[in-house]
């Protein structure tokens, strides 16, 4: 997944524009019964997302440090807030007014 906040400055208003854009590529592939198979999926999101938290965990055995052991292959949390609210404390803190857009 990939996320970006555009921002777009108006000076004459003393603002500044705020749109999420989500772009999310996942594949898969395997073999079953009937032979080799490969799924894609591609999905993309522009506009204002007031709420947006993701979790992932996948176990199991790893090699890792020249031998195989069980273990995390990833642990992640995504928290849509941890970026942006830094971003529109920067923006409302130096005088500028943040809006959210669906359009830029």
Do not use: C, H
């Not at 003393?14 to 490969?38: C, L, P, S």
């Not at 204002?48 to 052991?69: A, P, T």
């Not at 803190?93 to 857009?101: A, D, I, K, Y």
């Amino acid at each position: 997944m990939q996320y970006e906040l555009r921002l777009k400055i108006a000076k004459d208003k003393g603002a500044v524009f705020a749109q999420d854009n989500f772009r999310r590529f996942e594949y898969t592939g395997g073999v079953d019964g009937r032979g080799i198979k490969f799924t894609f999926q591609f999905s993309f999101f522009k506009g204002i997302s007031l709420f947006q938290y993701e979790r992932g965990v996948q176990y199991g055995v790893i090699y890792k440090d020249g031998k195989f052991k069980v273990d995390y292959a990833y642990n992640y949390a995504f928290n849509i807030a941890e970026i942006k609210n830094p971003i529109i404390d920067l923006i409302t803190g130096s005088g500028w007014e943040s809006r959210p857009v669906v359009f830029l």
